[in-house]
């Protein structure tokens, strides 16, 4: 069992910045693959980026790529995403999401462990 708890959401300006943070307890954190999803009002759940276990590879979806950024620090058992030049469009719950396959995944289907959610508002 993988507990995990999103913070750093808030209102922001559109070319604004943002920096969410995931924190997990419960398991070894560096033994589980980390993403994020966002979910705006009427919509599905998006994919946003994804992170291997142990730091390896990354990816993100073509609307945020060049602008966030996921990283992890395994020692404090956390999962950041960087967000720059923010967007009115990038106005959604976001999500920190956690499964042990060893692969990038990408879909919200691949991940078993889901946060409360985070709710970043960007304004025009």
């Known amino acids: 069992q993988v507990q995990l708890v999103e913070s750093g959401g808030g209102l922001v300006q559109a070319g604004g910045s943002l920096r969410l943070s995931c924190a997990a307890s419960?398991?070894?954190?560096?033994?589980?693959?980390m993403g994020w999803f966002r979910q705006a009002p009427g919509k599905d759940r998006e994919f946003v980026a994804a992170?291997?276990?142990?730091?390896?590879?990354?990816y993100y979806a073509n609307s945020v790529k060049g602008r966030f950024t996921i990283s992890r620090d395994n020692a404090k058992n956390t999962v950041l995403l960087q967000m720059n030049s923010l967007k009115p469009e990038d106005t959604a719950v976001y999500y920190c999401?956690?499964?042990?396959?060893?692969?990038?995944?990408?879909?919200?289907?691949?991940?078993?462990?889901w946060g409360q959610g985070t709710q970043v508002t960007v304004s025009s």
């Open positions: 999401a956690a499964d042990p396959k060893l692969r990038l995944l990408l879909t919200p289907q691949d991940y078993v462990y």
């Open positions: 419960g398991r070894t954190f560096i033994d589980y693959a």
């Open positions: 992170i291997t276990r142990n730091n390896g590879p990354t």
